[in-house]
């Protein structure tokens, strides 16, 4: 177990980690009642439901190490949109069906890759955490993945759809393998992986999935990057507007 | 007379068999295989406890319900702890609970299928030697098919029977 670590910057990777399940997870049960076709209302809801499970044990772990009597609920409900830590991509707006499954896509294989990696993380919490939540996650990208193909290599109008989602999120995901400092003394210490140690297996993932789905892989590498940092875009203040509301208006009120 | 001198672990197991999951009457959480240990503590019954989706709605109910089927036979002192490793895995539901599940009309899991993430379920259904032959709960016909690999709670699948035409619940693996 390694304890030299700053524990400022083990906080930071928890929040992360479970901000970016959480504001993914709220994301997607935006559509509950919304989508096309019945199942994949039931299967957006039952991501959604598995992304907030794991947000449970990230942000409950992020509060026992902080140590300052932070519950799970009270990270999420109780901060202002500077003080998560999410990345951009999973605050892009649902969009279309297309655009909500190519967000889930890209950040599933991402997702897949890095609990993969922290099931050996020398904090035990975390790999035991990142055991359970990899079962769940597994099922995700087994889905998204299937979904990516059926539509990109669908009709005209459905590739159609995936190539322009593809083009609109893809500046989203070089943020996942930003590396600072923080990431740097984790890896250093065995407890996450760099970040960018995770880019090769998710590159192989996604141009396998993309090439089966006749898409074509943009080529432009600008990265739109901040939210791992506090800086987002204007669309997560409407998510925490949505999501904080019962909090903020009836402070403490439990069910 | 404290706990500890009138109920035996076994005692405490036995009444846990008859505790129904609260989505699925039919089988019991020992049958579900997420009680994990059962040990007294000093005067304190200790009962851990494993989820068996991170999100899944029933475990604060599961909690309550254990709490209350103990208190109700006499134990006074009770905590219930959360164990997450090794996660749940559908492997620990019982023969029993499996036969219950199948006569209820969910199919039951089929050992050693669990997504992996390595796409193995696109591979097989465009080979057509999908691994995964479930049999439908009511008519017993293998001529089923995958609706959706998520179905009315997290730990279904949606399938539908090609021969009484029926829609059924698959308990997936994981």
Not at chain 1, 194 to 216: D, F, H, N, Q
Not at chain 2, 57 to 63: G, R, S
Not at chain 2, 101 to 111: E, K, M, W
Request: aromatic share 8%.
């Amino acid at each position: 177990m390694a304890t030299s670590v700053n524990p400022s910057f083990l906080l930071e990777f928890l929040l992360r980690t479970g901000d970016n399940a959480l504001i993914l997870g709220h994301r997607v049960s935006q559509w509950c009642g919304h989508s096309p076709v019945l199942e994949e209302d039931i299967a957006l809801a039952n991501t959604a439901l598995d992304l907030i499970g794991e947000t449970q044990l990230w942000l409950g772990l992020a509060g026992e190490v902080e140590g300052k009597g932070r519950t799970a609920d009270s990270l999420a409900y109780l901060r202002d949109a500077a003080e998560f830590r999410n990345v951009l991509l999973v605050e892009r707006p649902n969009g279309d069906f297309g655009q909500t499954l190519m967000r889930q896509f890209l950040f599933d294989v991402w997702h897949f890759e890095l609990l993969t990696a922290l099931q050996e993380s020398s904090n035990a919490r975390i790999a035991e955490i990142s055991a359970k939540v990899l079962k769940e996650v597994s099922y995700h990208l087994e889905r998204s993945a299937d979904l990516i193909i059926r539509l990109g290599d669908g009709s005209a109008e459905s590739h159609r759809h995936m190539q322009s989602a593809l083009d609109d999120l893809w500046a989203y995901t070089g943020e996942l393998f930003l590396t600072d400092v923080g990431d740097d003394a984790l890896a250093e210490a065995g407890i996450a992986p760099a970040p960018a140690s995770l880019k090769p297996k998710w590159e192989a993932t996604v141009s396998r999935v993309l090439g089966e789905a006749t898409l074509r892989r943009p080529t432009d590498n600008y990265i739109h990057k901040g939210g791992k940092r506090g800086v987002h875009t204007e669309h997560l203040g409407y998510i925490l507007a949505e999501m904080q509301f019962l909090q903020r208006a009836y402070p403490g009120a439990i069910w | 007379m404290g706990s500890l001198a009138q109920f035996s672990i076994e005692q405490v197991w036995h009444w846990l068999s008859e505790v129904p999951d609260p989505e699925i009457p039919v089988i019991s959480l020992a049958d579900l295989g997420i009680v994990r240990d059962i040990a007294w503590d000093h005067d304190t019954l200790v009962v851990t406890v494993t989820p068996t989706y991170t999100g899944c709605p029933a475990t604060t109910v599961i909690n309550l319900d254990i709490e209350r089927a103990l208190r109700e036979r006499g134990v006074e002192k009770i905590r219930l702890e959360r164990r997450l490793a090794p996660p749940w895995t559908t492997d620990w539901i019982s023969r029993e609970g499996r036969e219950k599940l199948r006569v209820y009309g969910i199919a039951p899991p089929v050992d050693g299928t669990a997504a992996d993430g390595r796409l193995m379920a696109r591979v097989n259904s465009l080979s057509g030697a999908s691994n995964l032959r479930i049999s439908c709960p009511r008519c017993g016909s293998i001529h089923t098919e995958k609706v959706s690999q998520f179905g009315s709670t997290p730990c279904k699948a949606s399938y539908r029977c090609g021969d009484c035409l029926e829609p059924f619940d698959y308990f997936k693996c994981i």
